[in-house]
């Protein structure tokens, strides 16, 4: 293991690229190197078996190669030392992937503290052990879909994909023993067929399970299955994103909210006055995920409305999210 691939955002701020940056990543997005494509299948991904998206992107984000050892001194700059808060590798579906990890994380920790989350595909217990006796602070694997049949669909059998939809929820079950409650996360696109009764009965269940959720808007790549496919409606997303909030708060559950017949949320289950004082936060539109991370524009290009905050929402992005649900409430 000798190379690895480097978010951009994260290049530029570890001085091995150069690129203007709108928002700094709070986390150093690192992905695993090898010449040809992940042996999984999953519908969306530029890295999937069977897409014809170049191999240097990861949803819209590139990912350009770099030494390892290039890499590794870059987190001694003192930029990057007061920028990054934790390390996040994004891991493809290969045989020598788990060799390839250890050699990864013992060369992180030797060099610097920071925390190190991985996103991985299932392994078994022992290997999730190990992983763990390394100092990896936090699991991710990414379900992706909220419902086994789509799962199957985007990532399993129905997609010549490898997943199994019991294989991976039985993974984070047992990674939730090893690296403890909401030490695991696992990702929920949105925009990939499901109603938001069934986003919802996702983020609530796995929440019940002690699982952190991180939460994707649907991001359509050229090359890949899905690449003619919308993106999810803003209204859609937002709805998701303040009843997640909820949810991981525990100011409401799925057994509070109200949903018409085809699935749409209609109701919060949180008093008007209260809901908007959350609304007015900002905080259930910024990027969720492992603590410190941002992702940013990983789902939309500067310019275009965001799916997920980066940072802090300006006074102009809070009044326009505000009015954006005082016209959905009125619409009731």
Known sequence: M?????????????????CKL????????????????CYA???????????????EFLSRIQWPIFPLKE???????KKAKNIFKRICIQALNYPELFEDLKIIINKLRNSQNLPISLSIPPLDRNQLKKLHDLGVNRIGIALD?????????????????????????????????????FSVTSHLIIGLGETDFEALSFLQNLFDLGIS??????????????????QPSLEKYRKIQLTRYLIIKKLANINDFKFDEE???????????KLFKIIQSGLPFMTSGCPNCNRPYYNERPGQELYNFPKPLSSYELKNIEKFFHDILERK
């Open 41 to 55: 299948n999953c519908a969306f991904c530029p890295q999937a078996r069977e897409s014809q998206t170049k191999e």
């Open 213 to 230: 959720t991180g939460l994707f808007a649907f991001t359509p790549i050229k090359g890949t299955t899905l690449e003619n496919k919308l």
């Open 145 to 181: 879909a909220a419902t086994p049949l789509i799962f199957s669909k985007i990532k399993g059998i129905q997609n010549k994909g490898p997943y199994k939809w019991e294989t991976h929820l039985m993974t984070i079950k047992e990674a939730v023993k090893i690296f403890g409650t």
């Open 263 to 273: 699935g749409n949320i209609t109701e919060f289950g949180i008093e008007s006055t």
């Open 71 to 77: 890499v590794i001194k870059g987190f001694s700059d």
């Open 22 to 37: 709108d928002a700094f990543p709070t986390t150093a997005y690192l992905m695993t190197y090898i010449p040809r494509k």
């Open 2 to 18: 000798e190379k690895i691939r480097v978010s951009l955002g994260t290049a530029t701020i570890l001085g091995l690229t150069s």
